[in-house]
């Protein structure tokens, strides 16, 4: 044999952590094939189209006013060659009302059950996107904050703890610049460690009194049985003692069971692909 | 199990539970976002005073907010219409020598002249029309639009216009959907889905139609250009044309103000609901994403979406125009026809033809016209210049000022072009509001050209 034995070096533990050794490709349309589905939520205006188009390299339409994204918008992007299908949600301030626009965002986050969601945030104005990753966090579980538009928040002479909020949140946050990259890699990184597992997030919760408990704790069983295995039958209890007549109309019209059959289909699928591909 | 029981089974735990539940866990979300927030974020050194927050004190100031943004307005369409008129000029020149060229090599090597009428008389005239009117002034009023919205001056133009919203019983938000409508009447249609309560979105899809979009600029700034401004001295004209067409954008928006008031004093009854706008922090504009959206995403999509509509149009004018029948053609005689209708309008046949073959992408009117005038006998050469076009139009077939202020107002007001229709009807699901956004607009031109035209011919005018 001929062939010269050229010595590969593989990378160390300590390489891993390096974010120079992530390797991101813009994937743009192409997303006929993905492993993981990643949802950007946040308030109008924040960013999210910004961060969109920088993680997949698409040109969405960005403009500098709220409500530009009414429909949502997907693209796709891998990282560390694990390739994920990224959908840009509408910016709304609540889940809670019915306008369209945060109807499209409440229902993928719920019946699209991404594998995590991004809740983009504008660090100027903290407090008033909090309550949407509060709302959020009461539909999933996988939430990753990030806190957009560092480099302005600087220039207000702000200053944002990312770490104090991650701890009072249950949620890692990650403080990016996405017009300038800066910190993406590092949300990157923790969108795929909450997506494995290596982060687990402890969502904060608000409780509410101990009698609105024990109603939530009575509906519960009841919309699990209707709708078996649907996704967040604690969020869709809330809801309905809210009296929310889009969520009564779902469970009426048998959409709920519908939706959640479909979705259960398609995780049939995916298994059954990642098998044959040997991915985890 | 019977998911009517599970709905009964939430109601009466709804009632056993105290009152104002819902706003507990409300309040205590926002108490827990604040307090998160207050730990999280600390304020290095206070800022004596904020740049953001001076300007805005001026721009969305009662005083001075409305009259800066006219003056904006009017600096974009007065660099528009200065900037345009020129290249406009070059390109048609060239397009027009092209097509010379190109029949002359046809004849030469003995294409029969219905193949070379057809395609260079028909197809390629429209094409090359279409482009010399409609690139140059895209190309310049895309970009600064552009900059205005990615530097963050639209949410403040809705701060100004919410009151009239409010007055007349629509949702402040539509003055976002009719910014948007500037740019493309379907892209507006669809905005208005940020419009929580379905009658004022209702209010904003119908009305939204009365901002002129950037296909129907054009047509607006030639018109102003070749007709009004020559009322002026030379000096004088490119300031005329740029008055001309806010003018006619001022009357569009008065419309959609009054529309929107009918609207909602009766068939779309109700109160105007509130809401809160965010004004977002101003924004350096990011050159090249400005240059990358104005010219990809709006210009070149505006324009070839202009030049799919207008090769068959061009197409079909040629048709029209070569069938004879007796000493006259098919073209002449519908414009003859419609003749009656037009002059009540203060326009003519032709225009209203031209406004039927462009019913597609109504932004090819303009050229359409031409095509028109010429096919049906009316004109004999394309003229290239605006002073080529005012002395075919005025000599050749009798213009006066008031066919070109009609024809600003009918452009302005008639009905949206087929994309808007079937957005429309995509958005409503509904043929009812999809006609009814034809019937409204169309009935208004009719109207109001009907009455300009009575007026000024009594007063003798015209």
Redo the contacts between chains.
Sequence with gaps: MTKTNTKITLPTENCETCPAFYTLEQMGFKIGNFDRVVALAG???TGKSTLFNALTGL?Q???????KT??RAEGGYQFNGVRYKLVDL?GT?SLL?????EEVARDFILFGQPDCTIVVTDA?A???N??L???VMEITDRVVVALNLMD?ARR???????R??SR??GVPAVPISA?TGEGIHTLLATVADVINGDIKTKP?R?E??P??QK?VR??VP??E??APGVPNARWL?IR????DAKV?QA??S?ELAQRVARQKQADVQFSRKMSVEGRQ | ?D?????V??ET??N???SG??D??VK???S????????????????KY?LDQKIDRLVTSPLTGLPLMLILLGIIIWLTVSGANVVSEAIANVLFGIGGWGRALFNQIGIPWWITGFLWDGVYLGLAWVVSVMLPPMAIFFPAF?FL????Y??RVAFNLDWLFKKAGAHG?QS?TMAMGFGCNAAGV??T????SPRERLIAILTNNFVPCNGRFPTLIMLATVFVASAFPPALTSFAAAGAVVGVVLIGVAFTFLMSWLLSRTVLKGEASAF???L????RP?VT?IL??SI??RTIFVLWRAMQTAAPAGAVIWILANIHIGDSNLARLIADWLNPVGLLLGLDGVILLAYIIAIPANEIVVPTMMMVYMGAGMMIDAPATSAGIYNLLVVQNGWTMLTAVNLMLFALLHNPCATTIITIYKETKSYKWAAVSVLITLGTAFIVTFLTASFARLMGWA
Excluded: C
Aim: glycine share 6%; net charge negative; proline share 5%.
């Design positions: 308030n109008p205006n040109k339409h960005t403009g500098n006013w709220p409500g009414v429909t509408p301030y009302s019915a306008s369209q626009d100027t903290l407090e008033r909090l309550n990753v509060m709302q302005e207000k002479g702000l200053e944002v703890d990312a104090s909020l009072d949140l017009r904060l608000v509410g009194t009698e609105f109603a009575e509906l009841m919309i049985q209707l209890a309905l003692l809210d009296g009564q469970l009426l048998g | 199990m998911p009517n029981d599970v709905l089974k939430a735990l709804r056993s539970l105290s539940f819902r507990e866990i205590s979300l926002y827990e976002a604040e307090k998160i927030a207050r730990r999280a974020v600390k304020t290095a050194q206070e800022k904020d552009t919205e990615d530097l963050g639209l949410p938000k976002l669809v905005a889905r940020v419009i929580d809160t706008l965010e977002p922090p101003y924004r990011n994403r990358y959206t990809i995403d």
